[in-house]
């Protein structure tokens, strides 16, 4: 079992809704990542927030809003997305760099479909 | 960008056989990560190197940080059904406060019992 939940785990939503994804970890970490991963490709990076401050956002479009409430949430909310956004949405967090390199820890994602 | 070459994209073995793959990188990294992916699921991290020349194990999986930091190896060793799934490779480096991860392309491996 992943220490990093996502909920939902499927949402399939129109081009003009708005819905949230959420992710919640209790490993005390203070870094955070929201991924977008295709099918049979590897994942990527889209924001990271780091002590719930925005510290890298990928050029991601502003469709994509996130969210980091306090050290243990963050959300990503969606609005008016296109077919072409339908992936897995992954979220991971990790310890502070202050305690050195240390791995990120994946949730099992939200499969987004956008009809 | 940074990019990691990883190798093979894809391994049909028999069940018992030992199995590589490799990632390879034109840039350094402080720290290489091995994952695996089931349908369905999150990557799941196996194995994490933080020093060049490093060699580590978990069970039968054996990975290593190449000495010039920008490769690494993950073996696995009699494999078995559960073994099947996508195992990525990843170059993680700080910036901006946080840890950003380079991934491989994948390799799948796939057992016929």
């Known amino acids: 079992d992943t220490e990093v939940t996502q909920t939902p785990k499927h949402l399939v939503m129109g081009m003009t809704n708005k819905k949230s994804l959420k992710c919640e970890q209790h490993?005390?970490?203070?870094?955070m990542y929201w991924y977008k991963q295709k099918a049979k490709k590897p994942p990527e990076l889209m924001f990271v927030y780091s002590y719930e401050k925005l510290s890298i956002n990928e050029s991601v479009p502003s469709r994509f809003s996130p969210e980091c409430p306090n050290s243990s949430l963050l959300n990503l909310h969606l609005h008016a997305l296109q077919p072409e956004d339908s992936a897995l949405y992954l979220c991971?967090?990790?310890?502070?760099?202050?305690?050195?390199?240390?791995?990120?820890?994946f949730g099992d994602g939200t499969r987004l479909s956008i009809l | 960008g940074q990019q990691l070459n990883q190798s093979p994209q894809s391994m049909f073995i028999q069940e018992g056989e030992d199995v590589s793959m490799n990632c390879t990188s034109s840039s350094i990294f402080n720290t290489w990560l091995w994952y695996k992916q089931d349908p369905g699921e999150g990557p799941v991290l196996l194995i994490a190197l933080y020093k060049a020349g490093e060699l580590t194990s978990n069970g039968r999986l054996t990975a290593q940080f190449g000495i010039t930091r920008k490769d690494s190896f993950l073996n696995i060793s009699a494999s078995i059904p559960s073994d099947v799934g996508i195992y990525f490779c990843a170059g993680q480096t700080l910036i901006q406060g946080a840890q950003k991860l380079v991934f491989g392309q994948g390799t799948r491996l796939t057992i016929n019992p």
């Open positions: 991971a967090s990790s310890q502070d760099e202050w305690r050195g390199n240390q791995p990120q820890h």
């Open positions: 490993m005390g970490h203070r870094a």
